[in-house]
């Protein structure tokens, strides 16, 4: 018999393209704290990114279900990209809440560079108290430890130095970005002729 409760990892991101960072994070952090899920949550209209125009949400999250598909652990919620409006974690995790019910735990998986933010965001005490919180430390990122709050825990990602500005930027120099994104996603970048550049 299994009483445990639910453990659900929660991963946000502009997925604008998703990458094998991505996966290895959540991959990590769903062995670390033995997940039964993670949900993958392509972000709205992201606060922090309203300088850059950032790709139809659609497409992301297509591209997020692609890129997860073939993990049995994986999933990805429209809750994000169906609610009008900016996009706040607060707001993510109150639908997750309610799709979910009472029972389960929440892992919210946030990398190195938003982690020293955590203080900065919206309703940040009732965050603390709706999910744990993973941050991943991301390699040629230097944590500045006194901005991370203590009750985060940090789990080390194997070195994966990719971004998905990375990837973009590659895409509009028309340099080959297989193999730092999942075969699927580089079809549909192709496909959708995406990050082609003005
Ligand atoms: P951009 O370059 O556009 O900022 P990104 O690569 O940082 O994109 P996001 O969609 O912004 O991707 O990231 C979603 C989440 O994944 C964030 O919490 C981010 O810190 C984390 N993340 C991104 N890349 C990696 C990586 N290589 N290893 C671990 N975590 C990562
Ligand atoms: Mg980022």
């Not at 996966?23 to 704290?33: G, M």
């Not at 946030?110 to 108290?129: K, N, S, Y």
Request: charged share 25%.
């Amino acid at each position: 018999m299994n009483d445990r409760r639910p453990r659900i990892g929660v991963m946000g991101g502009t997925f604008d393209p998703i990458h094998h960072g991505h996966l290895v994070a959540a991959s990590e952090v769903q062995a670390w704290f033995d997940l039964d899920e993670v949900i993958f949550v392509p972000t709205g209209r992201p606060w922090q990114k309203g300088a850059r125009e950032v790709a139809l949400a659609e497409d992301r999250y297509l591209m997020t279900v692609i890129a997860t598909a073939s993990n049995p652990r994986f999933s990805v919620s429209r809750v994000d990209i169906d609610r009008p409006g900016l996009t706040y974690t607060v707001d993510t995790l109150r639908d997750l809440r309610t799709e979910r019910g009472p029972e389960a735990d929440f892992y919210f998986i946030t990398g190195a560079d938003a982690l020293t933010q955590i203080l900065t965001w919206r309703d940040v005490d009732e965050l603390f108290a709706m999910a744990h919180f993973v941050g991943c430390t991301r390699p040629g990122h230097v944590l500045d430890t006194e901005k991370v709050p203590k009750d985060v825990t940090l789990v080390e990602i194997p070195a994966l130095a990719i971004s998905s500005t990375e990837c973009r930027d590659r895409v509009a120099a028309g340099r080959p970005i297989w193999y730092l994104v999942p075969e699927g996603i580089v079809q549909y970048i192709n496909k959708r002729r995406m990050y082609r550049g003005t």
